[in-house]
């Protein structure tokens, strides 16, 4: 069926560092990209999306990459700090009906003083 | 805008209970509303579309018998965990797409236990 692959499960990095999270999604008409931020016990926060008109967007320290042929879509992380240790989601819609969101498994990010 | 409020943030309910969790759009109305599950340390699983007027849609492997979703109107969906096991205890969440295709907005979220 459809789904949406996110490697790696676990990303362990030195502050100051840059993170990089990687996906890809099966259904060809998906055309939005949201990456989500979730802190133990919290619900999942919107940290940045990208629609599929554009390839890369950018927001201060974080950036999403997009390559539709290819189908997957990155989340970069620049100077890393250890505010931003969290699980990491990236997430597709199903193209047909309700546009329904299928989340990628999740990335743990601890970034070490 | 765009607020989503759910209700409860957590309930701890006896075995064969039942329990009910409130998805309500504040601002905005919502024909569509999403229902996931996520078990500790894993990721959000979805179990049923909510569609108000209609029946809700299940995800394959989800009992609809057992989870009873309910649209009642434009701005509240409902999800009733039947007769609750310990292995139901997980973190409810809904999420709500938005008008104009401009994203979607989760809910707080509802952790059960079930004792």
């Known amino acids: 069926g459809e789904n949406v692959e996110q490697h790696p499960s676990t990303l362990s990095v030195q502050e100051g560092d840059s993170a990089v999270i990687k996906c890809t999604y099966s259904?060809?008409?998906?055309?939005?990209f949201p990456w989500y931020k979730q802190e133990l016990g919290k619900r999942p926060q919107l940290i940045i999306d990208?629609?599929?008109?554009?390839g890369e967007k950018k927001d201060q320290r974080i950036a999403v990459t997009l390559n539709k042929t290819a189908k997957h879509f990155s989340l970069h992380i620049t100077e890393t700090q250890p505010e931003d240790s969290a699980v990491y989601f990236c997430?597709?819609?199903?193209?047909?009906?309700?546009?329904?969101?299928?989340f990628g498994a999740g990335t743990r990010l601890a970034v070490h003083p | 805008g765009a607020v989503v409020s759910q209700h409860p943030s957590r309930v701890i309910c006896k075995s064969g209970t039942s329990v009910k969790i409130e998805c309500r759009s504040l601002?905005?109305?919502?024909?569509?509303m999403f229902w996931y599950r996520q078990f500790p340390k894993q990721s959000l699983m979805l179990m049923a579309t909510?569609?108000?007027?209609?029946?809700?849609?299940?995800e394959q492997g989800v009992e609809k018998d057992k989870f009873l979703i309910n649209h009642a109107s434009l701005t509240l969906s409902t999800l009733t965990v039947t007769s609750a096991h310990p292995e139901d205890s997980s973190f409810y969440i809904c999420?709500?797409?938005?008008?104009?295709?401009?994203?979607?907005?989760f809910g707080s979220g509802t952790r059960l236990t079930v004792v």
């Open positions: 997430a597709a819609p199903l193209s047909g009906g309700y546009n329904k969101l299928i």
């Open positions: 259904d060809s008409a998906s055309n939005y």
């Open positions: 990208i629609r599929s008109n554009v």
């Open positions: 601002d905005f109305q919502a024909t569509t």
């Open positions: 909510s569609n108000e007027g209609s029946k809700a849609t299940y």
């Open positions: 999420l709500v797409p938005l008008e104009g295709n401009y994203g979607y907005t």
